[in-house]
């Protein structure tokens, strides 16, 4: 093997594709060592719901005899990877974060999955989630909450409703996952664990086989360690895709070719000082760090005013989602017979309220939302924004406070993009998030910004205290 078991699992993926394309490493090496640090670290992170542990060595044995013998399928070949839990795959249990649906078993391949393993990756394992995406602490009561790797001495929230996903890449135990995101649950655990997360626009991934809480809110991305990782897997998941009328249709969506052409005289919007209230100091500062650190580049950052505060947009997310939702998992949340997480019970009955013409109002509504947000922005490549308004809080202490979904519900209500990225630590050593916030379809410009960002920093090669 040509490096050690801890230097494996902190390769970022495109690393590891290098590695294992130029033939120096053995995709059986790098799945031996992830799956090492599962067995060692996951029985206290509760990152997974299932290990293919078996089926992927398997994977990798065969991957790295076609590699060997020049029939590589691609560059991701032999690459790992890890699927949040509502990513369908024939025969294999799909639980939605449910103890209802503990053994669903899967009678069909999500889009996104069948993309992964053509392209000859190996799917590790199905990582925790809320119970049907609804939370964004990222708490499960009956399947167990994933722990935040940042602190080993006192429990926090990873961040919902991709949990284990977001404490899987932290904790190198798969340098990749898949979340979903329909108001932040890819972007906050990406926040509170220290690591990437492409929220990309509705329609650019395929949402076939992923199990919805909102079609209309609703979009896979990708959890990396790196931009350019992010990136990477966002080109290969983005596409049109028959089964999914949204994908039909969209402009072109190759990230790559301007990655790393540098962001200088790009124009960004800072957030208005009146988005400040209630963010904490520590974040405040990171934040503004950043923004230093992209004048720097060559960025030209002005403060812009929004048509109205960023919290507006909440109750009509909430007005879309529940309705949706109920619509999917009333039948389900309204058994009391059945083991469903009560604030997941709870949340899912309001939808029951929401009469016909309410839903059909704030379909409308969003419309006029967009467009008057995208006058306001005509003139800026992005918004800059904290992730969430504090760092990881411990797990007894989330129940009398603010959701952290303040800067991110509007990006999925607005059809917009963006991207989550380390920028800082507290003094407690817990990771602080920069959010990069595009036009709808510009995942190009926002991956540019974010990579410029990386490249002048080191935040995201930092790595969590064994815990």
């Known amino acids: 093997m040509a490096a050690t078991t801890s230097e494996l699992t902190a390769l970022p993926a495109h690393a590891l594709s290098a590695e294992i394309a130029s ?11 992830l799956l090492d640090r599962i067995r060692s670290l996951d029985p206290k992170l509760n990152a997974f719901v299932e290990v293919y542990a078996g089926d992927a060595r398997l994977a990798a044995e065969a991957a790295d005899k076609a590699i060997r013998s020049g029939h590589a399928v691609g560059p991701l070949h032999g690459v790992p990877i890890a699927l949040k839990d509502l990513v ?38 199905k990582t925790h989630s809320v119970e049907f995406a609804l939370g964004l602490w990222g708490t499960n009561q009956h399947m167990g909450t994933p722990r935040n790797p940042w602190d080993a001495t006192r429990p926090r929230t990873p961040g919902g409703s991709s949990s284990g996903s977001g404490v899987a890449v932290a904790a190198r135990l798969v340098p990749w996952a898949i979340g979903t995101d329909t108001g932040g649950s890819v972007r906050l655990p990406a926040s509170f664990c220290g690591v990437t997360g492409l929220k990309a626009t509705i329609g650019r991934i395929s949402t076939y086989g992923v199990l919805p809480i909102s079609p209309t809110l609703d979009t896979p991305g990708p959890i990396t360690r790196s931009v350019e990782d992010a990136a990477i897997l966002y080109r290969l998941l983005h596409g049109p895709d028959p089964r999914d009328h949204r994908t039909l249709n969209q402009p072109d969506g190759d990230v790559l070719p301007g990655l790393k052409r540098g962001i200088r005289g790009l124009r960004l919007a800072r957030m208005p000082e009146v988005e400040r209230e209630g ?11 950043s923004l230093e650190v992209l004048a720097g580049l060559g960025a030209l950052i002005e403060e812009v005013p929004l048509p109205r505060r960023l919290d507006d947009y909440a109750e009509l997310t909430n007005r879309i989602l529940l309705a949706e939702g109920y619509s999917l998992y009333g039948e389900i949340v309204d058994d009391d017979r059945l083991p469903i997480d009560a604030a997941v019970r709870q949340r899912l009955r309001l939808g029951a309220g929401i009469s016909a013409r309410d839903y059909l109002s704030a379909l409308r509504l969003q419309n006029e939302r967009k467009q008057e947000f995208a006058a306001a922005l005509a ?19 989330i129940d009398d406070v603010p959701v952290p979904a303040r800067f991110t519900r509007f990006v999925n209500l607005l059809e917009l993009c963006g991207i989550a990225l380390p920028n800082g630590f507290t003094a407690e050593g817990l990771p602080t998030s ?30 969590p205290p064994a815990p």
Do not use: C, F
């Open 23 to 33: 033939r120096r490493l053995s995709p059986v090496d790098v799945v031996d060592a």
């Open 88 to 125: 369908e795959i024939e025969g294999r249990v799909t639980t939605g974060g449910s103890m209802a649906w503990r053994d669903r078993r899967s009678s069909y391949t999500a889009t996104l999955a069948t993309r992964l393993i053509k392209a000859g990756m190996i799917v590790i394992g």
């Open 279 to 289: 963010v904490s100091a520590e974040v405040l500062a990171a934040y503004e760090q």
């Open 379 to 397: 003139n800026y490549d992005a918004l800059l924004t904290p992730t969430t308004w504090t760092a990881a809080l411990p797990l007894d202490s």
């Open 434 to 463: 920069l959010q990069i916030v595009g036009r709808g379809h510009d995942e190009a410009t926002v991956l540019r910004i974010a990579w410029a960002y990386q490249a002048a920093t080191d935040w995201h090669q930092r790595t």
